[in-house]
């Protein structure tokens, strides 16, 4: 499978927890994306690499919020002190460094805060 | 603040028929549109890309662009029941901005 992966695929967690989602993007792959998304709404983009270096972050990425890709390959999204606001589907995506370049997403994990 | 605005349906449209979803967006200098179909508790599946003005046909799909009007749509020929899902349009520029999507029902 060469595809996009994501793990865990479901995740419930109690509030004030802290928890940690990885993403394994396509092997050819340089750029990996992270998106959130809630019901009825479209993904929102949160931050995006290119190999190692964290190139942009949202303003919707509150300082609870911290990702990683440490040695250009694999990315992990941590969420500190989680609250119920934070119960969503968080998506990963991989795509190569040319501008426009399609985003091939993985299955997403979801995140339930009780 | 890049938008990328969606009728959010439900479009509902008789299986054979042509289902036809808009999309409009607010950066002039995007250069970069997409299509995602998206089923209930799933990821976003790429449909179609579209980077110049006109059309481009991909079986039942054909993606239309129109950069001076900043407008994207999406035709599906032959609407079947498997085609029920959310659409979204999509326009990146280093990051994906998406619209909020349009529920597409075909009614068998």
């Known amino acids: 499978d060469t595809g996009v992966s994501q793990n865990p695929r479901h995740k419930i967690t109690k509030r004030g927890q802290n928890v940690t989602f990885r993403c394994d993007p396509i092997?050819?792959?340089?750029?990996l994306y992270w998106y959130r998304q809630t019901l009825g709404q479209g993904p929102e983009f949160l931050t995006y690499f290119q190999n190692e270096a964290q190139l942009e972050k949202s303003r919707l990425l509150s300082d609870r919020f911290s990702a990683e890709r440490p040695k250009g390959s694999f990315s992990t999204l941590e969420i500190q002190r989680t609250e119920q606001g934070d119960s969503a589907m968080y998506l990963c995506?991989?795509?190569?460094?040319?501008?426009?370049?399609?985003?091939?997403f993985g299955p997403g994990t979801r995140l339930t805060v009780l | 603040q890049k938008e990328v605005e969606q009728n959010s349906g439900p479009l509902s449209v008789p299986e054979g028929a042509i289902a036809s979803l808009n999309c409009t967006y607010s950066d002039r200098g995007s250069q970069s549109f997409f299509w995602y179909r998206q089923y209930s508790g799933k990821s976003p599946e790429l449909i179609m890309s579209?980077?110049?003005?006109g059309d481009k046909e991909d079986g039942r799909f054909t993606a239309q662009l129109n950069k001076a009007s900043q407008y994207v749509s999406l035709l599906i020929r032959d609407s079947q029941p498997s085609d029920s899902a959310t659409y979204l349009c999509?326009?990146?520029?280093?990051?994906?901005?998406f619209g909020k999507g349009t529920r597409l029902h075909i009614l068998p």
């Open positions: 579209i980077y110049s003005n």
């Open positions: 995506a991989s795509s190569t460094s040319m501008r426009g370049d399609t985003q091939y």
């Open positions: 999509a326009v990146n520029d280093d990051k994906i901005i």
């Open positions: 092997s050819e792959h340089n750029r």
